[in-house]
């Protein structure tokens, strides 16, 4: 049976928590394979609204079981706040698996990740300050703290004590900061892993019996393939590889086992954070879409950049993660427009690139060059079939498909649940 990887194609926020909600009920495993608590999804469930950062979104799927892949990087207290919102809300969190080699976001990767930023000053890069590239860092520096490590009280001091030695100066010598106690940190730590023990396994090993047995696995990632930090905007970008490619590192399945890649897009662009964004609207437009779109970071509630759709970025998404389908989200937010613009290439110093260009300056001094698409002017939410929708929404979207690449599979056109149009059926 198929493992099916859902990537954001853009720079993360594209609706990827309603994609996997959506296809919740008819897998049996869904993968968070990258990422920390600086990304989130939100997913919507009649009146009620769920916000989450860590946990995998179908978490909300009784039948499913919610994995954490190793490719994240937990921060234990988040993790188990998160855990407690839900039951607090009459949610089953019982069955979540987490992988014993998932590395963990320690107090010194927080504190870290919060000094460098501001020492940074105008050129900082706009992380969300939770400690995620400061873990990602000693994960591929060789001292990283992984969940495994928080039953070997011996072996955790051992790294706690020889990450800090070198941290310690850094604070004091560089930041002028206090130095961090190892023995306080670990304690905190310590005190999670009997709370996390339950739900920790061999996940690789999980997820590929439950291939062999027939079952339906679903990788998602956070972010989005302009985040990737082999494949983004680099240095505006996060520290692992939320692209296609990363879930099978992230997770312990090989590629060969993976069957589809849907990428979702929205259908308009939008960012958080610092780095180019060639089709940001610095007017009112942005402004409205900003409002209607409910633009704001599920995690950080920041206020998202928002722009027009960018073609460029769609098809680089569709090369570097071999998109098999496309699902096409928040349509519903582009009913007010009379005309909506359609950037197909970028003009850089005079020259048109139908691609993104190779170079981050090249990149940085791109401006869009725009096609324009009659709008709809009329409220879509209620469309459940292609056939349903205003004829100039439904050649918005051939539109998008051909100058994106890849067929548009699924449609979003409102935030609850049953507010989507399926074209083809992402499972089948």
């Known amino acids: 049976m198929p493992a099916i990887v859902l990537v954001g194609a853009q720079w993360g926020d594209e609706g990827k928590g309603k994609a996997t909600d959506l296809l919740g009920g008819r897998v049996d495993y869904v993968v968070r394979y990258q990422g920390g608590n600086n990304a989130g999804h939100t997913v919507v469930i009649g009146d009620q609204k769920f916000a989450l950062h860590l946990l995998p979104s179908g978490i909300l799927t009784p039948s499913v079981v919610p994995v954490i892949g190793n490719g994240v990087v937990i921060d234990p207290s988040v993790l188990l706040d998160e855990i ?14 987490i992988s014993a080699n998932a590395h963990l976001i ?46 070997d009280p011996s072996i955790l001091r051992q790294k706690v004590e020889g990450a800090l030695a070198g941290k310690n100066q850094t604070l004091v010598k560089v930041f002028n900061r206090r130095a961090l106690d190892s023995d306080a940190i670990c304690e905190q730590l310590l005190a999670y892993a009997e709370i996390l023990r339950p739900y920790v396994a061999d996940t690789s090993l999980l997820l590929n019996s439950a291939l062999d047995e027939g079952k339906v696995v679903l990788l998602e990632g956070g972010q989005g393939t302009l985040l990737d930090v082999d494949h983004g905007t680099y240095p505006f970008v996060t520290s692992s590889n939320p692209t296609a490619g990363g879930a099978s590192t992230g997770s312990g399945i090989g590629p060969t086992r993976i069957t589809r890649v849907v990428g979702i897009l929205k259908a308009y662009t939008t960012r958080v954070g610092s780095g180019p964004f060639p089709t940001e609207l610095l007017d009112d437009d942005g402004e409205r879409l900003r409002v209607i779109g409910g633009e704001r970071g599920v995690t950080t509630g920041r206020p998202r950049r928002c722009g027009w ?50 170079t981050q300056t090249g990149f940085h001094h791109a401006k869009p060059v725009y096609e324009y698409l009659p709008g709809w002017q009329e409220d879509i939410s209620g469309a459940r079939t292609l056939a349903d929708l205003p004829p100039r929404a439904r050649e918005y979207v051939a539109f998008l498909e051909s100058v994106s690449g890849t067929r548009i599979s699924a449609i979003g056109v409102g935030q609850d649940r049953d507010a989507t149009i399926s074209v083809h059926d992402l499972i089948g």
């Open 84 to 97: 407690a919102g839900l039951n607090g809300r009459g949610i089953d969190t019982s069955k979540l698996v």
């Open 106 to 151: 320690t107090p010194y990767h927080v504190t870290l990740d919060k000094v460098t930023e501001r020492f940074l000053g105008k050129a900082k890069i706009g992380t969300t300050g939770r400690g995620i590239g400061p873990a990602y860092g000693d994960k591929i520096a060789r001292i990283g703290i992984r969940v495994q490590d928080l039953f």
């Open 309 to 358: 759709f960018d073609a460029p970025i769609a098809r680089f998404a569709s090369r570097v993660n071999g998109l098999t389908d496309i699902f096409l989200t928040k349509l519903d937010v582009l009913s007010e427009w009379e005309t909506i613009p359609v950037c197909v290439a970028y003009d850089v110093d005079g020259l048109r690139h139908d691609e993104i260009p190779m």
